[in-house]
């Protein structure tokens, strides 16, 4: 376990304490209710400026492992348990994070694509320009819950290409994208609920019609870059949606 920034890595400091804070809070060194240390404390620690120590606080209230005190601190929580999706973070991410183990994907396709035209768009790129495709179905003890493609420019796929596990479905895809430089700093979620296209309902195992959450999503990294755009058909009976919420 981790206990120190690596500064040469492309995961954002912010990102790498809340790593190291998470897992003292689950592995019990800092127990359920214990004060946090201060602001000022882990700033002399780790080394790092107010404002990332005020980003990880704030991203370990959103995520559940702290609540705030007014004029005394900052707590450990444990998150509760919930099968639902926190849209902020991968699904895999977010499943492993609560605990769920019945996670299954199947790969459905693999491959260059000349993209659609909502896909040109997200991406730059243009309509004869191939992006890559990577299309899957995610299920939770056995049941269908939602069906992902996940498109990328050639740069990105080169790197995807190399990587067996996120092509047969057993690694996480958003850890590679990470460990490979491509780090999210800022993204954009579209959802709308609609009817079932029959592809997707044949996938999902539903009704062709059937009300559905269609999930886009576009993200980009610090420079601007367009690396991740993906479109997911969400059961909410089966996978529902989180919206964590902070005041500020």
């Not at 890595?9 to 800092?30: H, K, M, N, T």
């Not at 080394?47 to 959103?62: D, I, M, P, Y």
């Not at 479109?231 to 964590?244: A, F, K, N, Y």
Request: charged share 25%.
């Amino acid at each position: 376990m981790a206990q120190t920034i690596e500064r040469v890595s492309p995961v954002p400091y912010y990102e790498q304490l809340f790593e190291i804070l998470r897992d003292r809070i689950a592995q019990g060194d800092i127990a359920e209710e214990e004060r946090l240390p201060s602001e000022l404390e882990l700033c002399r620690e780790f080394g790092l400026s107010r404002a990332t120590v005020r980003q990880t606080l704030t991203k370990l209230e959103n995520e559940g492992y702290a609540h705030r005190i007014p004029r005394r601190g900052v707590f450990a929580s444990i998150p509760g348990q919930t099968a639902g999706w926190t849209v902020q973070e991968g699904f895999l991410e977010s499943q492993l994070r609560h605990g769920r183990t019945g996670i299954s994907t199947v790969v459905v396709d693999t491959g260059y694509r000349r993209p659609a035209p909502h896909v040109a768009e997200a991406l730059q790129v243009g309509p004869e320009e191939e992006v890559f495709a990577l299309e899957r179905v995610r299920s939770l003890d056995g049941v269908a819950a939602m069906l992902s493609t996940n498109w990328f420019p050639r740069e990105v796929a080169r790197t995807i290409e190399r990587e067996p596990g996120v092509l047969d479905g057993t690694a996480s895809l958003n850890s590679h994208l990470r460990a490979a430089g491509f780090v999210i700093s800022g993204a954009q979620r579209i959802i709308h609920a609609l009817p079932a296209p029959a592809e997707v309902a044949a996938h999902l195992n539903v009704a062709v019609d059937r009300p559905v959450l269609r999930v886009r999503s576009l993200s980009w990294a610090a420079d601007g870059t367009r690396f991740d755009y993906y479109e997911t058909w969400v059961l909410t009976d089966v996978i529902p949606l989180e919206v964590s919420v902070a005041a500020s």
